[in-house]
């Protein structure tokens, strides 16, 4: 069978990645899906002068580049000339197909659907609850419909998909019941990136995700924390919009609402938008360190920056104590703690810390795993296992656009 090139985007407010994939097989359960490519870009952004950093890979061999990208076309036009330099494709026209990621589809958008004009009219409608991400999700679709012309088959993926399990008791707000009927409820998300995590984290314990209590932390720039029972999701730290919740890279996640009144007066705002834009991006682990990585405030703690050191601290405290309130849905049981995303992956303290406050559940940290980042970070004899699932939801978008381009083919 000859292979089909299909593509996973997930195109952020400043930051483009894209991963290619080669696909074999007629249905999933003899697919082979073997990466041939994959391109990262941060920094993408009219308004800074700085170089967006560049990195494409195939196969074991990385390169790093630094170019002026003002947009998501910009982005778009460096990854074709980058995947046809390093031969992962020949030409634009190979990419056949494409799976988008969406953060926000509200009541509207819940399940994958085709990228056609129907679907972009209902990413804009839900727009207001996520201005940064459903604009930048737009975006990509429009600029791979323009800049790719093989394209036969197009397909958008929605964050809040994977939340429509949420019972109505777990998605009120205790305001006016006109307002959650109008739709001003929680929904969540990373859906996808907490979807992937439930599926593979119990496999490598051997573990049924069908059958248990599990509690997917997505942790990097942006931050959650989701409950999965029986494999569905039932909680989730976000809520109606992506600023609820932990606190993350620009974002104050949860805080007093009274705030927003002195946030207004003292930073001298005129309008309300001005206070939400400020919570969303000048505040979390930037507001309190100046320093919105997590890799960098990693860094300046260890030289005894105490801000740093006490964002750190502050963090993981904030993290498992979010985890404890979602234990919930569970009446307290918990089998399984899967982490994932740049700081869940790789940030061996932070999950030191969440899981020494967590032990007393009978979580027993294996510190040597833990330390080298291994995919099971727990002892043998711990009741709760704990594990960690490298995020790759560029995956999952590029298969199951795939699959349902053949079902749309057949």
């Given at each position: ?9 997930n195109?952020g ?6 991963r290619?994939?080669?696909?074999r097989?007629?249905s999933?359960e003899n ?30 061999k990385?390169?790093?580049i630094?170019r002026k ?14 995947s ?36 972009l ?8 609850y996520?201005?940064?991400h459903?604009?930048a999700?737009q ?6 419909t ?20 949420i ?10 019941y ?8 929680a ?7 907490h ?9 490598i ?8 209590n599990?509690?997917?932390?997505h942790?990097?720039?942006g931050?959650?924390i ?21 606190p993350m890279?620009?974002?104050?996640g949860?805080l007093?609402?009274?705030l927003?009144k ?28 100046g320093y919105?990585?997590?890799?960098e ?11 740093c050191?006490?964002?750190r601290e502050?963090y993981a ?9 979602l234990l ?9 703690l ?6 869940g992956?790789?940030?061996?303290e ?22 080298q980042?291994?995919?099971?970070i ?9 594990v ?6 560029e995956a ?15």
């Amino acid at each position: 069978m000859v292979a089909t090139v299909s593509a996973g985007f997930n195109c952020g407010s400043s930051s483009v990645k894209i991963r290619l994939y080669k696909m074999r097989g007629d249905s999933e359960e003899n697919l082979k899906q073997d990466e041939i490519g994959y391109f990262l870009a941060e920094r993408v952004d009219k308004d800074l002068t700085d170089e967006a950093n560049i990195t494409y890979r195939r196969g074991n061999k990385e390169y790093k580049i630094r170019r002026k990208l003002k947009n998501h076309r910009d982005a778009f036009k460096v990854f074709l000339e980058l995947s046809t330099k390093y031969k992962s494709i020949k030409k634009a026209e190979d990419i056949k197909v494409g799976g988008h990621r969406v953060v926000m589809g509200g009541r509207d958008i819940i399940k994958p659907m085709e990228a056609n004009e129907g679907a972009l009219e209902l990413i804009a409608k839900n727009k207001k609850y996520a201005p940064l991400h459903n604009g930048a999700n737009q975006s990509g679709i429009e600029v791979s419909t323009k800049i790719l012309p093989g394209l036969e088959s197009q397909f958008i993926f929605c964050d809040t998909e994977f939340h429509k399990t949420i019972p109505d008791k777990a998605r009120l707000y205790f305001l006016p019941y006109d307002y959650f009927e109008g739709g001003y409820m929680a929904y969540g998300f990373h859906g996808t990136s907490h979807r992937v995590a439930s599926e593979e984290g119990p496999k490598i314990v051997g573990l049924d995700g069908r059958y248990i209590n599990q509690l997917t932390l997505h942790l990097g720039n942006g931050s959650s924390i989701c409950a999965v029972l029986n494999g569905k999701s039932v909680d989730n730290t976000m809520g109606l919009t992506p600023l609820e919740g932990l606190p993350m890279g620009t974002r104050s996640g949860d805080l007093d609402p009274s705030l927003v009144k002195y946030i207004y007066e003292r930073e001298g705002f005129t309008t309300i938008d001005e206070v939400v834009d400020f919570l969303n991006k000048e505040c979390g682990l930037k507001g309190v360190t100046g320093y919105s990585d997590m890799r960098e405030i990693i860094d300046k703690a260890a030289d005894g920056d105490e801000r740093c050191i006490l964002a750190r601290e502050a963090y993981a405290y904030r993290v498992a104590k979010a985890a404890y309130s979602l234990l919930t849905p569970f009446n307290g049981k918990l089998d399984l703690l899967v982490w994932t995303g740049g700081i869940g992956e790789n940030d061996h303290e932070t999950r030191r810390r969440v899981c020494h406050y967590m032990s007393g559940l009978g979580l027993e940290l294996n510190e040597d795993a833990n330390n080298q980042n291994k995919q099971i970070i727990t002892t043998p004899d711990s009741k709760i296992k704990s594990v960690i699932v490298p995020a790759n939801e560029e995956a999952y978008y590029a298969k199951h656009a795939y699959l349902m381009h053949l079902d749309k083919a057949a």
